[in-house]
């Protein structure tokens, strides 16, 4: 069984950065497209990135475009999201999730991914 879990998370002023990492353990990420999502309170929980299998696609929410980065390391089984100019728009539970494909079309659809984190909260102050 797969185990995700989010970490990085934290508060921060209003054009800070902060570096979510999400850990496998019980799976590898190197076969599997992954992603970032996140929930603000009284929202539905929204994609924010993807990356796939072998990270030569990437894929961003419009809002985050420029500002976040996407990464992975497979020798550390690990996925990251750099998040730089944060704003409190960017105020949320964020969630790592991956799929069984290499590939996923449908990639901004929570339906697309298999196994999610348990969520990190990201609090940005004005």
């Known amino acids: 069984q797969v185990q995700l879990v989010e970490s990085g998370g934290g508060l921060v002023q209003a054009g800070g950065s902060l570096r979510l990492s999400c850990a496998a353990s019980?799976?590898?990420?190197?076969?599997?497209?992954t992603a970032w999502f996140r929930q603000a309170p009284g929202k539905e929980r929204e994609f924010v990135a993807h990356?796939?299998?072998?990270?030569?696609?990437?894929y961003y929410k419009d809002s985050v475009k420029g500002r976040f980065a996407i990464s992975k390391n497979n020798a550390k089984n690990t996925l990251y999201l750099q998040m730089n100019s944060l704003k409190p728009e960017d105020t949320a539970v964020y969630y790592c999730?991956?799929?069984?494909?290499?590939?996923?079309?449908?990639?901004?659809?929570?339906?697309?991914?298999?196994?999610w984190g348990q969520g990190t909260q990201v609090t940005v102050s004005s």
């Open positions: 019980g799976g590898s990420f190197e076969d599997h497209a």
């Open positions: 999730a991956q799929s069984w494909f290499r590939e996923t079309p449908n990639f901004g659809a929570p339906t697309s991914y298999t196994y």
């Open positions: 990356i796939n299998w072998s990270g030569t696609r990437t």
